[in-house]
């Protein structure tokens, strides 16, 4: 096929190649652009997505999640390894309590199925809703995670107390001290065939070096992992354990941070900045590269040819593209610097390129198409805030918001983030004028990743098949070779690439909102029911008789159906 149709120039000329397309003064994201369909002479199974975060980092997955305090902590670093992917630790946190969520990451081999709830000795269970959707609460000598396990309450022996006063007593007075466990280093299989074994409803599992408790993990839980679809091959690093990054800053302090970050196993450093152009920055790539010559580290983040060029001259092993492209952030309005997301990945990486630099497409990414266009124009990599934060393993719990299940995301750059853990990036300068950059909001229930990245992982398969891609690698060359055909889309071909035109739909394309297999069907039809009053103009209303029928049908078909109504 690539002497016959790849090669030979088309008769006519048919669409534009990407260096004509990005050089005539646009500012182009993903949704301006569209790829003509080329040739397909294989299936879309075929199609890899093997890929390299950096010079020495292969992943099996292109998926990073974003080092931000509601997107990457421990179970989602472990959930994107299991998936072949890498999570980057958010360094919004002292460098301790960073550690401790890395050590948490890859003393498991398997991803967190649940969000264990902890108490200490001391505290008391006043109902039954603090149990949420575990079997058990873990009691801890600290009261949080990371910390030894006294004893465990399972909500079965807490709803069969009958005496009030006993349910009001210390937890220390009824809980089951010394509960059986078993290691964290436990496979999968292990764990499963334990719990058969022994007829238990969960076990807890804890680090063998630490003694801390990591994670509880649940028979239903078992089970339902065992339905999820298959990922990429599990990232590892060389310690055999998962492959876990970290994010720094470009301070003094970060050095120290660097120093515990490694200690704890970091297998890759990003340092996190808007504006990654900087003296600061390149002091600190020249530091790690001098001090850690082991340790790969990713500069950014930059848009432009020339700051890649000097990042790349500093010695980076990765570059993170994107300024103003994410959903949170306000930078192109507020300090009116940044760049439209696709023209970005396309000019970085064409020159990151020529140096063997893989280049990370960071933000702006809302759907499967928007990781495809990010691949197809250069970029190794993508990273991720929105899409996973909805997530069961992005941290903090769901809440109900106007009849939503939705979970916290914001802004790193937003006041609320910066007055958390930014002291030291101000300096503890309690006078200095902070200027906000990004804004706190919440993103819908999305369910686990580990179900929902290897759904995007299939798609992305498909839009590469179209293009006539068999793997990244043979898309990047046919974007280097002008074979690769685009187009500008108009306001009104956007709308017509969209859902246009229908009172209702069940549908797997975007714009989406997915409602997670945990969402139970009286909560599925209450959002299609606040969706259907929130709609756009062209709204119909529906009797919420049949909402409920649709979204029960839709609820046992698949956990990943989209509701949508226009
Ligand atoms: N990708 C994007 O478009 C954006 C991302 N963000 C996110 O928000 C967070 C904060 O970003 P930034 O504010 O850019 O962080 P930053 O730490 O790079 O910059 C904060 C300020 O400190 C200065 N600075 C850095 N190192 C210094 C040193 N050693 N000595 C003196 N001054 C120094 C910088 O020049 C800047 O004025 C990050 O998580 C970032 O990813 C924020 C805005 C935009
Ligand atoms: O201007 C900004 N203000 C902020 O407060 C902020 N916090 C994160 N980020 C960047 O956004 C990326 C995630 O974007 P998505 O939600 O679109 O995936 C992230 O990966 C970051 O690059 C910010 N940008
Ligand atoms: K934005």
Redesign the pocket.
Known sequence: MDSILAGAAPVIDDGFPATKLFSQGYSYTYDDVIFLPHYIDFPADSVRLDTKLTRNIHLSTPCVA???DTVTESAMAAALAHLGGVGIIHSNNSASDQSALIRAAKARRFPSLSDPIVVSSSDSIASVSEFGSSPCILVTKTGAKNSGLLGVVSKSDWLAMDDVNNKEARVSDYMVKSPVTVPSSYSFEDVAGYLANSKLDFVAMVDEGSGEVVDVVASADVERIKGYPRGGVPSLGADGKFLVGAAIGTREADKERLEHLVKAGANVVVLDS?QGNSSYQIEMIKYVKRTYPELDVIGG?VVTMYQAQNLIQAGVDGLRV?M????????QEVCAVGRGQATAVYKVSSIAEQSGVPVIA?????NSGHIVKALVLGASTV?????L?GSNEAPGAYEFQGGHRVKKYR????LE?MTKGSDARYLGDKEKLKIA??VVGAVADKGSVLKFIPYSMQAVKQGLQDLGASSLQSAHDLLRSGVLRLEVRTGAAQIEGGVHGLAITLTMSSPITMVSEESTVEETSLHLKSTETSGSSHTERIPSSSLSALSRNAALTSSAKVFLVT
Request: aromatic share 4%; proline share 3%.
């Open positions: 974003s080092p931000m808007s983040n994107g103003g492209s994410g959903s949170i952030c306000t930078t960071d933000g702006g990414i809302s990273m991720m805030g929105s899409f934060a802004g790193m750059g937003s983030a950059q990004g």
